[in-house]
């Protein structure tokens, strides 16, 4: 009896380890304007790749070729305010164009990234970037600073997405006019 329980107990554990491990695909919004999304994104919060754990007033920039491609730009400074600039440059491919929320974002050629537009405001003031994988996230905005209250709900929804918040690093952001910061990486 008691072999029978412990067996029991194992197929739980190892059940209830499969059903955590596997998660449903993200959803992505129904549709994205490219002209209208292209443009300054402030990452105001994420989980950080190893290249932006430092970062601060951390800027995506897209702006969209005749052919389809999304140029991007992605600058910061590195572990404060006034550390140096570093900037990447990586492209973005749109891969549902029925949707033009999925996209493959190449840093590295061949190896595209996945990029999926999971929230987008209707006014396209804020939007949140995620992965099936919930490794990494980006909250941004149009501004550098939002209200607390639009923060929160925001992070509330990247926990409804399956992501463990309490990994979600904010982005000091500096309240600025100028343009964002251009360096090399």
């Known amino acids: 009896m008691a072999g029978a329980r412990i067996a029991l107990t194992a197929l739980l554990i ?3 380890a499969c ?3 596997a998660r449903p695909p993200l959803q992505t ?3 994205v304007d490219l002209p ?3 443009g300054d994104w402030y990452v105001i919060a994420s989980i950080p790749t190893s290249v932006e ?3 601060y007033d951390a800027v995506e920039s ?3 070729r005749p052919d389809g491609v999304v140029e991007t730009t992605f600058t910061f400074r590195r572990g404060g305010f006034d550390g140096p600039p570093k900037r990447y440059t990586p492209k973005g491919y749109v891969l549902d164009r029925r949707t033009n929320a999925v996209w493959g974002m190449q840093f590295v050629w061949p190896i595209r990234a996945e990029y999926l537009i999971t929230y987008l405001a209707e006014d396209y003031s804020a939007t949140i970037i995620g992965r099936n994988k919930r490794d990494y ?3 941004m905005a149009r501004t550098p600073q939002i209200p607390e209250a639009g923060y929160a709900r925001l992070l509330a ?3 409804e997405q399956g992501y463990d918040v309490s990994r979600v690093r904010r982005v000091p952001q500096r309240p600025r006019e100028e343009p964002p910061p251009e360096a090399g990486p």
Request: net charge positive.
């Open 14 to 16: 190892s059940a209830a």
């Open 19 to 21: 059903s955590s491990a």
């Open 29 to 31: 919004v129904a549709f």
């Open 36 to 38: 209208r999304f292209m």
């Open 53 to 55: 754990k430092e970062a």
């Open 62 to 64: 897209y702006r969209l």
């Open 137 to 139: 996230v980006w909250i």
């Open 157 to 159: 929804l990247v926990g």
